[in-house]
């Protein structure tokens, strides 16, 4: 799709010109290159296994719910064409992807920051600074790193275009652009459902358009691009409806109940990961009552007055026109942060870990747009601004690392699992009584074992796998003490932070009479003999044997 901008360019030559969308592009898979050989992680395997099964349905999870995300399966359904059971090709496309997205990242913070009283080089820098912070921010390994993260880099990568589209139909008044716009923002729709958020943001821009115009007549087009906006939603949950059996689906009707005391809770946890990789574990007990902390409070106050120090500092610096326009910019990127963080918000996310981080994607655009338009309002002398624009690359980069590093221990825990089961059984019919289900927040087979069984390999048949218990490990090696008594076994976890998400109590042979979150005592009772059992320790699957 070609879009013109005033001066009738179009992205596509600004882009060829500067050589801009494959810097991003390799940038990307540079970034995210340690992680291009992991192995598949838990839903990878329930979702590409249903694809290399030859089931190509748009809709799963209907008992908890049901998901209806097209795109993101048609993606699954070119990869595995590509690459069948290879995961390397799965990674370069999620790399792809997020590195269009900062490509998009910097065309957007482009057009939204012309004519706000910087010179072309300024906003040129802005937008790459932009586009930089989005590629390198730590928060979004579980959309990158995670084959199954997918959805919302796709959901993205259309909104985005959406958003660039509708600036386009703002400038040049086509209608052709506004078409593009609805389209778009479908499509964005069928690769994921938080997507739904995107109208709330266009008539955010609607109305600051309008307002910095300060023309009344113009809220009758908004009115009417607003009736547009509602009659996609409207179609799409229609077709949701026709494909699901229910409107809302995915995690339930319960995750839009909006208690303010949520809300207060989870908001600046939001916050904090949209800007800053996870926070070290050590200051878990700080946060949990942090102003009986004295070190938070030393923080906070210091916080305050570097923040008051950069107000007086710009108060200083810029003119009142210029400051005025600057907030009024700031406080649509604000209401874009926040509409774009309401279909997920009430879902959770952890300040210690990558859990949950995918939900910040999307918001984090508009706090990395933020970022860089505040960088150089305060720091307008070039070669200061480059220093800064190089710390902060260096931080995010370490950050990502890091993150990437938790990932790469958790592929390699999959493998490990995988390889043992595949190796070690001799059955087509397999017990498992404890196996990782996520590693320090990473998924590892919290479900997708029996698909991986199935269909990630073929030295042998496997026809049924059970799962007693699932375990959220802080390492690999976590230490677990399995003792076995006759028919009757016991599994404590003896490491901090181990503990068992997940028992199913309702297994044929499985007496389950004592479980908590670090024991689990169970009786095997008249198993059948052509089935092979399996226990977890020492980072490695271990068969049960009569001698065990």
Same mark, same amino acid.
């Given at each position: 799709?070609? #879009? ?8 596509? &030559? ?42 190509? $349905? ?12 097209? !795109? ?65 921010? *730590? ?99 229609? #077709? ?7 409107? #809302? ?17 989870? !908001? ?16 878990? $007990? ?60 009430? !879902? ?38 480059? #220093?800064?624009? !190089? ?11 890091? $993150?990437?590093? &938790? ?11 995988? /390889? ?15 196996? *990782? ?50 028919? &009757? ?48 320790? /020492? ?10």
């Amino acid at each position: 799709m070609v #879009v013109m901008n005033r001066s009738g360019m179009t992205i596509g &030559n600004i882009g060829n010109r500067l050589g801009i969308p494959g810097l991003f592009v390799l940038l990307a898979i540079a970034a995210y290159s340690t992680i291009l050989t992991s192995f598949f992680l838990s839903d990878d395997f329930a979702q590409i296994g249903r694809v290399l099964e030859g089931d190509f $349905s748009v809709t799963w999870g209907l008992e908890h719910g049901g998901f209806f995300r097209p !795109l993101f399966i048609v993606s699954y359904i070119i990869d595995s064409t590509i690459w069948g059971t290879a995961p390397v090709g799965y990674h370069l496309t999620n790399a792809l992807l997020h590195g269009l997205n900062s490509y998009l990242v910097f065309i957007l913070t482009r057009r939204w920051t012309r004519n706000r009283s910087l010179e072309p080089s300024t906003t040129l820098r802005v937008s790459l600074f932009a586009g930089l912070i989005f590629l390198l921010l *730590p928060s979004h390994t579980e959309a990158v790193s995670w084959i199954s993260g997918r959805a919302d880099l796709l959901a993205t990568l259309f909104a985005l275009t959406a958003l660039v589209t509708f600036d386009s139909y703002k400038q040049a008044g086509r209608l052709r652009y506004l078409a593009y716009t609805l389209v778009l923002f479908v499509l964005a729709l069928m690769a994921k459902e938080s997507a739904v958020c995107l109208p709330l943001i266009i008539l955010a821009l609607e109305i600051s358009f309008v307002m910095k115009r300060s023309k009344t007549g113009d809220l009758v087009g908004t009115a009417k691009l607003g009736a547009l906006l509602g009659a996609s939603v409207s179609l799409y949950l229609l #077709v949701r409806y026709v494909y699901l059996g229910t409107f #809302v689906g995915g995690y339930g009707a319960s995750h839009l109940n909006f208690k303010l005391s949520l809300l207060w809770e989870r !908001l600046p946890k939001f916050a904090v990961r949209a800007v800053s990789p996870p926070l070290p574990d050590q200051l878990s $007990s700080v946060l949990i009552k942090p102003f009986k902390s004295g070190a938070f409070i030393l923080f906070a106050a210091v916080t305050i007055l570097v923040v008051s120090a950069l107000i007086i500092h710009r108060r200083r610096l810029l003119s009142l026109t210029v400051r005025k326009e600057q907030n009024a910019f700031l406080i649509v990127l604000l209401a874009s942060f926040l509409f774009s963080l309401l279909p997920v918000l009430t !879902l959770g996310i952890s300040v210690f870990d990558t859990l949950g981080e995918r939900f910040v994607y999307l918001p984090s655009v508009f706090s990395s747009i933020a970022i860089a338009y505040i960088s150089v309002a305060l720091v307008p002398n070039s070669k200061r601004w480059f #220093v800064l624009v !190089l710390c902060v690359s260096i931080f995010y980069s370490v950050g990502l690392y890091r $993150s990437n590093q &938790n990932w790469i221990r958790a592929a390699a825990l999959s493998q490990s699992v995988f /390889h043992d089961l595949t190796s070690l059984s001799t059955h087509d019919d397999i017990l498992i009584l404890d196996v *990782p289900g996520s590693l320090r927040g990473v998924p590892v087979y919290r479900n997708g074992l029996e698909e991986a069984l199935r269909s990630f390999q073929n030295n042998k048949r496997i026809g049924r796998v059970q799962v007693v218990a699932h375990l959220d490990l802080p390492a690999a090696l976590a230490e677990i003490d399995v003792v076995r008594n006759s028919e &009757n076994v016991e599994i404590r976890l003896l490491s901090e932070k181990s503990e068992f998400s997940q028992v199913n109590d309702r297994l044929p042979c499985v007496e389950v009479a004592e479980k908590s979150k670090t024991l689990l005592r169970m009786k095997l009772n008249n198993c059948p003999t052509g089935q092979d059992r399996f226990f977890f320790q /020492h980072g490695r699957m271990m068969p049960v044997s009569n001698g065990q």
